[in-house]
């Protein structure tokens, strides 16, 4: 049964759940504080509490805080966790301008801290994010404008679409504590930059002993009329990938699929 919705809807991108044990819902928002039909207008992300025991009360708006610099609009690119056993939560939103993704962790005492920001090689977006005693993850995909300009225009003339952003360089980051340390400098775990493909992150997962195990999936060449001009005799194939990170290193991966 539906028993708690949005009055206005006024925001663009999914609203990630975050849970404690037997404790709060949390709900990632980030509605625009623009008149209605603005795009890529100034947002205000909020993180909303609900009761479990009773979701169909007005929850708490909670307000996270951030470094200096932010510029949050309507294509947030949102990541957000919780550690259920702990009782945190760590929030990304993306600055339009500059593609940095703002951090903010909410501490077991509920006091929400700005953790600086995450700077990627190239604009990274959809982040699966972690967060596992006191240690944060994330995983991001490259999110870019089709920077060949010989294959953008073959695509462009294929397709009919302007519209040609691609995902083929996959990022992670860590911290081992994120109330007290800087993330790493992201590492790329692939990439099919080179074969014009397409790289969909799909999950992480932290074990107890601080091991990130991801899973995504990766299609070598995206598009068969790509593939049959520049890659004549290759197969079209999509590959579920795992590969497994310790200390900001991968240390195993293979296709599973």
């Not at 979701?55 to 966790?81: C, I, Q, V």
């Amino acid at each position: 049964k539906l028993v708690n919705h949005e009055e206005a809807f006024r925001q663009r991108e999914p609203c990630p759940i975050g849970l404690f044990q037997n404790g709060p819902i949390f709900l990632s928002v980030n509605p625009s504080t623009e008149p209605p039909g603005t795009q890529y207008g100034p947002c205000h992300p909020l993180v909303l509490q609900f009761d479990g025991r009773n979701p169909d009360t007005k929850p708490l708006a909670l307000e996270p805080a951030w470094a200096a610099g932010t510029y949050f609009t309507d294509h947030s690119y949102r990541g957000f966790a919780a550690d259920g056993e702990n009782g945190e939560l760590l929030l990304l939103n993306i600055n339009a301008k500059t593609s940095e993704q703002f951090v903010s962790h909410r501490d077991r005492q509920g006091q929400w801290h700005a953790r600086g920001t995450i700077a990627f090689p190239i604009r990274a977006c959809y982040p699966q994010v972690a967060l596992r005693n006191g240690a944060a993850h994330v995983l991001a995909i490259g999110d870019i404008v089709e920077p060949n300009e010989e294959w953008r225009k073959l695509k462009i003339e294929k397709t009919g679409s302007k519209w040609d952003y691609v995902f083929r360089r996959l990022f992670y980051t860590f911290t081992a504590d994120v109330s007290g340390k800087p993330f790493s400098q992201p590492i790329e775990v692939d990439s099919v930059e080179k074969t014009a493909g397409h790289i969909t992150n799909l999950d992480l997962h932290v074990d107890p002993a601080g091991t990130a195990h991801l899973l995504y999936l990766k299609r070598p060449h995206q598009h068969a009329f790509m593939r049959d001009k520049y890659f004549p005799g290759e197969p079209m194939v999509s590959l579920l990938e795992y590969a497994v990170l310790k200390d900001g290193k991968v240390v195993a991966r293979r296709t599973l699929v």
